[in-house]
């Protein structure tokens, strides 16, 4: 094997470009070994038939076309998928595959962890926390498309129509990494997921929200989650940074939301936390005037949260108050629950087994300090 073998998945065209003219080829060299990586979905070199074999041989010594490996797929009851990936280093992540009849939704995991321990998250109770590399990024999208060998995708029809950022961490505290990986997988040329199919959720990092809309386009979702400060700095710890007034503003101001193209606001329901028509109604006042819609997530459990899911009615309840002060609020149904697949239940296996250990430690009276904030 050669020295210095370079990943080329995760490379933007410029620097794709830049690799193969400094290994002596010609610049469009880039533009056939790119159509063959992102819509042919290539895996190795021998797969590109249109370049000559010595070429393919000479790649192979030098580069690779590397996926995240595959810890783990699991199917839900209901056929949500999730794939437990292992990244360099043994960190891991999860990416999850919602389908609906004849398209679906992946959601793609921006870090390993979160730092944001919003309170009823299950992913920012994770120890390790570190960013996801472009390439990890979009490795996510190319092990989603094998499994359904959408290569090339069909134009009409694909089952990974839309990709949701709204797996494990905050993709803008990853903001250079997302973006990247982003505009990989918007490419025309190549997984061409067009940017209104996409949404890119965070809780609230403030002074990058105006650059996802000027720089990406993408669609915009904020976890709320609650209408006022007092609540909203308890159960998410961002909210003291970037309280709601500035929040809002920067809805106000993001670029491309009209009407055809709403922001959408999630909402956790947390059983007598923020699930009173009072706060239903304070939210409506919240975000006048922001082209919005709410999404309604019943609360997922997960082992140890000290949260409850509210009722039924009373989600219904404040779901027809937040219609009748005019916005659309949908109640989210829960899918992939029996995988701990749903919003918030994302964690790596190890972490999780990390845990039991700790509790099963804890219990036995065996702890050490520094685990104790977290479990
Ligand atoms: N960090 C980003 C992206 C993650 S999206 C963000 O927070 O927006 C995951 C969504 O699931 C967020 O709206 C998050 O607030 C929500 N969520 C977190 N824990 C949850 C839980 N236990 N039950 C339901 N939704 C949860
Ligand atoms: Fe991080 Fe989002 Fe979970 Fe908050 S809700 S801890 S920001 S992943």
Known sequence: MTEHLGNLVGL???????????????????????????????????????????????????????????????????????????????HEAETVFIPEEDRGALCVSSQVGCTLTCRFCHTGRQLLVRNLTAAEIVGQVMIARDSYGEWPAPKEGRMISNVVMMGMGEPLMNYDAVAKALRIVMDAEGIAISKRRITLSTSGVVPMIRRVGDELGVKLAISLHAANDRLRDEIMPINKKYPLADLMAACRDYPGADNARRITFEYVMLKDVNDSPADARELARLVRGIPAKFNLIPFNPWPGATFECSSAPVIKRFSEILNAAGYSAPIRVPRGRDILAACGQLRSATQRERLSLYKARRAAGMTDGDHAAHA
């Open 12 to 90: 933007s065209r410029a620097e794709l470009e830049a690799a193969l003219v400094e290994f002596g080829e010609k610049p469009f060299r880039a533009k056939q070994i790119w159509h063959w990586i992102y819509h042919r979905g290539a895996r190795d070199f021998e797969e590109m038939t249109t370049l000559a074999k010595g070429l393919r041989t000479r790649l192979a010594e030098r580069f690779t076309i590397a996926r995240p490996e595959i810890a783990r797929e699991q199917r839900s009851n209901d056929g949500t998928r999730k794939w437990l990936l292992r990244f360099d280093g043994g």
